[in-house]
């Protein structure tokens, strides 16, 4: 299997200021919702931990075994157009992939993203799990890399990484051969 694109964070350039979290939250509650339309909580596929003093935001790496995959026993969780997606219809909410998570990446939510934690009351309804899924169906890639105004996110596409790697090979060594 290929590595995945994913989302990686520069914490020397992360302020905290949770941009990233409204603009996830705004992407797939619905697009033209700003922080001030916002009613409910901000219920984000990434989020932004503080801890011992350091920012860093959260979200998942795409993982090429995907281990959050292979605990699911309910198969709910699968690779489609190169990203580990969850089907929130299989989800049995057994925080089995939560757990499996090495980077503590998915959390639960309501499955109906126009309700909110406030709209789900305690032993009604179903919480599945949510991670990020890089804004799939999004052209311009993933809201948060678009709108964090440090640019700390970064979309990276590994493919594209060993592409550009073998581009530079390939020029250093037609560069070697012309200057003997």
């Excluded at 860093?56 to 795409?62: F, G, I, S, T, Y």
């Excluded at 190169?82 to 639960?108: H, K, M, W």
């Excluded at 109906?112 to 789900?120: N, P, S, V």
């Amino acid at each position: 299997m290929e590595l995945l694109p994913f989302v990686i964070a520069d914490k020397e350039k992360c302020t905290g200021c949770r941009v990233c979290e409204i603009a996830c939250n705004s992407y797939h509650c619905g697009a033209g919702k700003t922080a001030g339309m916002i009613t409910g909580p901000v219920i984000p596929k990434l989020y932004v931990q503080r801890k011992n003093g350091r920012i860093l935001p959260v979200q998942c790496r795409q993982c090429e075994g995907a281990p959050c995959a292979r605990a699911c026993a309910a198969q709910a969780i699968r690779f489609y157009l190169q990203q580990v997606v969850i089907d929130t219809a299989r989800c049995n909410y057994c925080r089995d992939c939560a757990e499996a998570c090495p980077f503590g990446a998915i959390s639960l939510a309501p499955p109906d993203r126009e309700k909110t934690y406030a709209d789900w009351p305690q032993g009604q309804g179903r919480l599945v799990g949510h991670k990020c899924d890089l804004c799939l169906g999004r052209e311009e890639g993933p809201a948060c890399v678009a709108a964090c105004p440090e640019q700390a996110l970064s979309l990276i596409d590994p493919r594209q990484e060993r592409r550009n790697k073998l581009r530079q090979a390939v020029e250093a060594s037609q560069y070697l051969y012309r200057n003997r």
